[in-house]
Structures are given as structure tokens and as C-alpha cells.
Nanobody, 127 residues
Framework: QVRLVQSGGGLVQAGASLRLSCTAP????????MGWFRQAPGQEREFVAT????????YYADSVKGRFAISRDNAKNTAYLQMNNLKPEDTGVYYC????????????????????WGQGTQVTVSS
């Protein structure tokens, strides 16, 4: 019924940066925590980062902490994932998702908590 729209991604060398974007309908975005997940071939989708509905709380996977930053612009109904110092192990299809929740709820790491998903975008990091 609802598909979030992603942009960004691409092929870069190790050490480079990329920024992913994700837009959602305003009625969804304004009431949701936002998350980023990634998936490699033959692997389960794994948590990358999430941000609370207010933008005040963020969680990161240990593998990306200190390199990636999640943010949101509520005026644009857009969430971002800034990826710095990319490594080959960051390669995969990246998905954004929204989790309808109350304003004060902490964001979730479990993908099953999320309601709507983007189409995915490929990120490939070469050495």
C-alpha cells in the first residue's frame, strides 16, 4: 500500500562517503521513528541505524558506529543516512523503513517493528 522512496547509493572505493535519502508521506513520517537496514546476498536483513520520532534519540549497529549518522528533516519528510569511511563489508542493499509510534517511544532495532519500507538501493564499496 505504501512504499517509501529512496535515493542515493552507488559504487565507491573504500574510504569514500555516500548519503542515502528516504522520503515518506507526511502523515506517516510525522508519526514514525525511522530506521535503516541492509542486506547482503544470502543474508538476513540487519539493523544499521534508527532515529526516534522526535529526532532526539539514535541507535547504531556496532559495525557502523562512529562512521554513519542518521538524521531526519521533518519539514521535508525525509530521513538520511550519512555514510563515511565506507568499507567493503558495508556492501549491500540498503532499506529505509518507518515505525509508527508515540512521540516519546524509543526507536527499535528489530525490522519486524517497522510498518513501511523503501524499495532498497545498492551500495557497493570496492577495495
Amino acid at each position: 500500500q505504501v512504499r517509501l522512496v529512496q535515493s542515493g547509493g552507488g559504487l565507491v572505493q573504500a574510504g569514500a562517503s555516500l548519503r542515502l535519502s528516504c522520503t515518506a508521506p507526511g502523515r506517516i513520517f510525522s508519526r514514525a521513528a525511522m530506521g535503516w537496514f541492509r542486506q547482503a546476498p544470502g543474508q538476513e536483513r540487519e539493523f544499521v541505524a534508527t532515529i526516534s520520532r522526535s529526532g532526539g534519540v539514535t541507535y547504531y549497529a556496532d559495525s557502523v558506529k562512529g562512521r554513519f549518522a542518521i538524521s531526519r528533516d521533518n519539514a521535508k519528510n525525509t530521513a538520511y543516512l550519512q555514510m563515511n569511511n565506507l568499507k567493503p563489508e558495508d556492501t549491500g542493499v540498503y532499506y529505509c523503513a518507518s515505525d509508527d509510534t508515540i512521540l516519546t517511544a524509543p526507536p527499535k532495532r528489530d525490522p519486524s517493528s517497522y510498518d513501511y519500507w523503501g524499495q532498497g538501493t545498492q551500495v557497493t564499496v570496492s577495495s
